[in-house]
């Protein structure tokens, strides 16, 4: 159980003035835990591009500091949300490789999707020659509605 000065230190760490970009992905650890394509999509599509590495240091230090603070806010809730706080935890260590890592596994350093023909297509890199096509992503569209269900 978390003491007061745990408490108190975790309430300090969660009110450094937050950047905009935590302000938009502090709860992507929800989107990259269902789908890492997805999550990988909503960076991507903020910075037009992959986002430069301090976006990714802001990044860890902020999940790390919203995790640590929502363990000890599901207190209140019961066993069942500090039990899946602290699975969030592990997962968010994992992510970040004990936090040795800024960039989390689940970011797809190069996954590329581009329409041709009403087609979603997995690229390389992204380029509007068919000549640099790789696998159709039907497979992913068909397992992302199973997981919608």
Same mark, same amino acid.
């Given at each position: 159980m978390l003491g007061i000065k745990s408490g108190e230190m975790l309430r300090k760490i969660h009110s450094i003035p937050a950047s905009k970009e935590q302000e938009e992905f502090n709860r992507i650890v929800w989107s990259a835990t269902v789908s890492p394509h997805f999550a990988t999509?909503?960076?991507n599509g903020y910075f037009d591009g992959r986002p430069p590495i301090e976006f990714f240091k802001l990044l860890a230090f902020y999940i790390s500091g919203n995790t640590l603070s929502s363990i000890y806010w599901a207190i209140q809730?019961? !066993?069942k949300e500090i039990s899946t706080m602290k699975n969030q935890a592990k997962n968010v260590l994992s992510w970040f490789d004990n936090m040795n890592n800024p960039v989390p596994t689940w970011y797809l350093q190069e996954f590329y999707i581009q329409y041709i023909d009403n087609v979603p297509y997995k690229l390389k890199a992204v380029s509007n020659d068919r000549s640099q096509r790789q696998q159709?992503?039907?497979q992913f569209i068909v !397992?992302?509605?199973i997981a919608r269900m």
């Open positions: 999509g909503q960076i809730f019961g !066993e159709s992503i039907r !397992e992302w509605n």
